[in-house]
């Protein structure tokens, strides 16, 4: 059974999704952004989502999750919570 590990970061719009993502792209620590930007629970631990196999999230994540690229923020992606940051950071097929 596949599995992976992520981090994500959750907020309202599409526009600050893309400022997020340009802030972590230009060097700013993914875990800090989501601490402070984050509106889920999992901001308090950097947005980490522990490891997950598919199935366990909304379809919109698991797409990403278990193909992109690993440690490489992808997003945004929008599900019915909002707008994402993703980064995949371990993954056994």
Known sequence: MAKATA??????????CLELKKEIEQGTDFA????????????????DLGEFSPGMMVPEFDKVV?????????GPV??????HLL???SRED
């Open 66 to 74: 278990f193909s992109a690229p690993l440690n490489t923020v992808q």
């Open 78 to 83: 929008k599900t019915q919570f909002g707008y």
């Open 87 to 89: 980064e995949v950071t």
């Open 32 to 47: 800090n952004v989501a601490k402070d930007n984050s509106s889920c629970p999992s901001s308090a631990q950097g947005g």
């Open 7 to 16: 981090r994500h970061i959750l907020v309202d719009s599409e526009e600050v």
